[in-house]
């Protein structure tokens, strides 16, 4: 489906980023994986796509930092010879309720999760606009539409992607060059590892399918937007959360 493509996944060593990284795999594109400290499991990664027949290599990448995602975004380039789909996945967390909330905590979310968004996607405009073609998804969370107590950082951060997103779409759709956003709900991961019992119990019962979501549901929706299936779909946001917001 994807075969020839070079996909650049950030945060693509865990959990719904190791999850695209391997669907984009398996359906026949190359995959650069940006990680931020867990080298182990991003190698571990690569190895699982290279298994499948597709190239597959990992940088170590800050996208909060401006300077280092160019640099890295550029090694991608002259290793692939040209990225086709970019998916910002990379993004922290830092819960609390806003009077327990330390500015640091509400910057540091908003670096990650939003601003390195922008940056590589303003890293990749360039050569997208120069190959007239590209496709960007951004994994953004329902939290960005309903907001959520404790997760104002993060809430904010999710839905300013869905903005950027939009405008995006807008700037680049001349060029043949699409941008969507997936918004999940509850997936289980390392971070929703982290509820105990009564918190988990609490949101499963919030969700209509009464299950939580898998990684693999938001792949599978990242491989469709990645694919010709999808190239008329831009400035959209695709919610991936068993009902939990209708």
């Not at 404790?150 to 995006?168: D, E, F, H, P, R």
């Not at 019962?205 to 831009?234: H, Q, W």
Request: with cysteine; net charge neutral.
């Amino acid at each position: 489906m994807l075969k020839g493509k070079t996909a650049l996944i950030t945060g693509g060593s865990r959990g719904i980023g190791k999850a695209i990284a391997l669907a984009m795999g398996e359906s026949a594109a190359n995959v650069a994986i940006l990680y931020a400290g867990n080298e182990a499991a991003a190698r571990e990664t690569c190895e699982q796509i290279r298994t499948m027949g597709a190239q597959a290599e990992c940088w170590q990448c800050d996208v909060s930092d401006f300077d280092v995602s160019a640099k890295v975004t550029k090694e991608v380039i002259a290793r692939f010879g040209r990225v086709d789909i970019l998916v910002n996945n990379a993004g922290i967390t830092r819960d609390n309720l806003i009077m327990a909330m330390k500015k640091e905590d509400f910057e540091a979310v908003i670096d990650t999760n939003l601003q390195g968004t922008f940056h590589m996607i303003k890293h990749l405009y360039g050569p997208f606009v120069k190959q007239k073609a590209g496709t960007i998804i951004n994994i953004s969370s329902v939290s960005g539409m309903m907001g959520n107590a404790g997760q104002a950082n993060y809430a904010a951060a999710k839905a300013g992607m869905i903005g950027l997103t939009k405008s995006v779409a807008k700037e680049l759709a001349s060029r043949g060059i699409t941008c969507n956003a997936i918004a999940p709900g509850f997936i289980a991961t390392d971070m929703t590892d982290n509820m105990n019992d009564a918190s988990r119990d609490a949101a499963v019962a919030m969700i209509p399918l009464k299950r939580m979501g898998r990684p693999e549901d938001i792949a599978k929706t990242a491989v469709f937007l990645a694919s010709d299936s999808a190239s008329y779909i831009t400035g959209e946001v695709v919610k991936v959360d068993g009902g939990l917001y209708i």
